[in-house]
């Protein structure tokens, strides 16, 4: 088994910054991609940011040029720096950990926008 643990969100006003970070532990080999997926009140959730285990990563169209994803294989965890936040930014983003077939997600944690 896997577990993510997310932390960094909180209540930004628009046009500010904030730092996601996710740390996994358990039953981890290399190999894994590590993301984070975002879910507004009443929306699907949907993807923000993807990295891949050779470092390659892509971004939802809503988020490119204003988000960046990084992970640090050392310590098994992955970050998302935020900037130029929107109010439409609001939702729980939750951290992803895909290992072979299986995929893991975190508790989620709020990010509201919001003057």
């Known amino acids: 088994q896997v577990q993510l643990v997310e932390s960094g969100g909180g209540l930004v006003q628009p046009g500010g910054s904030l730092r996601l970070s996710c740390a996994a532990s358990g039953s981890i080999v290399s190999g894994y991609a590590m993301g984070w997926y975002r879910q507004a009140p009443g929306k699907q959730r949907e993807v923000v940011a993807i990295i891949a285990a050779g470092g390659s990563s892509n971004y939802g169209g809503a988020v490119k040029g204003r988000f960046t994803i990084s992970k640090d294989n050392a310590k098994n965890s992955v970050y998302l720096q935020m900037n130029s936040l929107k109010p439409e930014d609001t939702a729980v983003y939750y951290c992803?950990?895909?290992?072979?077939?299986?995929?893991?997600w975190g508790q989620g944690t709020q990010v509201t926008v919001s003057s």
């Open positions: 992803y950990l895909q290992q072979w077939s299986t995929g893991y």
